[in-house]
C-alpha cells in the first residue's frame, strides 16, 4: 500500500511569494489533515478535510492560507503572500475516518522563506 | 497555550537499557493519547495509543503509562536499541476536538550502542 505522497520536499521563497503544496493520501482515506510544523515544535494542525468538505479549519490563517480538495482525494494547500514566520515543514496526513482512526503522515514538505 | 508539553528536548540512554519518555498535558478533555516516532526527513509513523479508561498499554518493547490524576503519561522503550534513535512526538485528542491531535515539542532519543 502507497502511503501518503507530497511534492514538492523542499520549497524556497521570498516573502511575500505565493507557493503550493500538493498531498496525494492513502488510497480509500476519506479524512485529509494538513500541519504545520515549526522547528522545534511539534505539529499543529491547520486544516482537516473529511471526504471534500472542511471539517476543522479553525487554526487556518485564513488571510493567506487556503486549502482544496475539491474531488475528495488530493489537496493542494496555498500561501499567498508568504511571510518569514511561515517558514516550517508542512506535513500531510491521512486517515480512513476521523475519531479513533489512526493518522498515517507523508514526509513533508520544507519551506523557507527568505 | 501549550496544552501538551514534552519537557525534555533531548535523552540519551545505552543500547538494551530502558528509555523513558515523559508528557504532561493540562487539558482535562483529552481522552486519548498517542506517541508518534519520526525519522529525519520523514513524517511522524505511529507508534502507540492509550485511552483514557486504561492506565497502561503495551506492544512489544514500548509501553505507554498514563497517570489521569497527575496528567501524566509515559513511554517506556525496553531494551532499546540504536534504531530507536528519532524524535519522539506526544499526541492527545479529546471529544471536543474531533480527531485533531495536539502535540507535544518532540524528545530526540539517542540510543548509543
Known amino acids: 500500500e502507497a502511503g501518503v505522497a507530497q511534492s514538492p520536499r523542499y520549497k524556497i521563497i521570498e516573502k511575500r511569494q505565493s507557493v503550493a503544496f500538493w498531498c496525494n493520501p492513502i488510497?480509500?482515506?476519506?479524512?485529509l489533515y494538513w500541519y504545520q510544523q515549526i522547528l522545534g515544535q511539534g505539529p499543529k494542525l491547520l486544516i482537516q478535510?473529511?471526504?471534500?468538505?472542511?471539517?476543522?479549519d479553525s487554526q487556518l490563517p485564513k488571510d493567506r492560507f487556503s486549502a482544496e480538495r475539491l474531488k475528495g482525494v488530493d489537496s493542494t494547500l496555498k500561501i499567498q503572500p508568504a511571510k518569514l514566520e511561515d517558514s516550517a515543514v508542512y506535513l500531510c496526513?491521512?486517515?480512513?475516518?476521523?475519531?479513533?482512526?489512526?493518522?498515517?503522515f507523508g514526509p513533508g514538505t520544507r519551506l523557507l522563506v527568505l | 497555550d501549550q496544552q501538551v508539553k514534552q519537557n525534555s528536548p533531548s535523552l540519551s540512554v545505552q543500547e538494551g537499557r530502558i528509555s523513558i519518555l515523559n508528557c504532561d498535558y493540562t487539558?482535562?478533555?483529552?481522552?486519548?493519547f498517542l506517541w508518534y516516532k519520526k525519522y529525519p526527513a520523514e513524517g511522524p509513523t505511529f507508534l502507540i495509543s492509550?485511552?483514557?479508561?486504561?492506565d497502561k498499554n503495551e506492544d512489544g518493547r514500548f509501553t505507554v503509562f498514563l497517570n489521569k490524576s497527575a496528567k501524566h503519561l509515559s513511554l517506556h522503550i525496553v531494551p532499546s536499541q540504536p534504531g530507536d534513535s528519532a524524535v519522539y512526538f506526544c499526541?492527545?485528542?479529546?471529544?471536543?476536538?474531533?480527531?485533531?491531535?495536539?502535540f507535544g515539542e518532540g524528545t530526540q532519543l539517542t540510543v548509543n550502542p
Open positions: 496526513a491521512s486517515s480512513r475516518g476521523q475519531l479513533q482512526e489512526t493518522q498515517y
Open positions: 488510497s480509500g482515506h476519506a479524512t
Open positions: 478535510f473529511q471526504n471534500n468538505g472542511v471539517v476543522d
Open positions: 487539558n482535562s478533555m483529552f481522552d486519548y
Open positions: 492509550i485511552s483514557s479508561i486504561k
Open positions: 499526541a492527545a485528542r479529546g471529544e471536543t476536538s474531533g480527531s485533531r491531535l495536539t
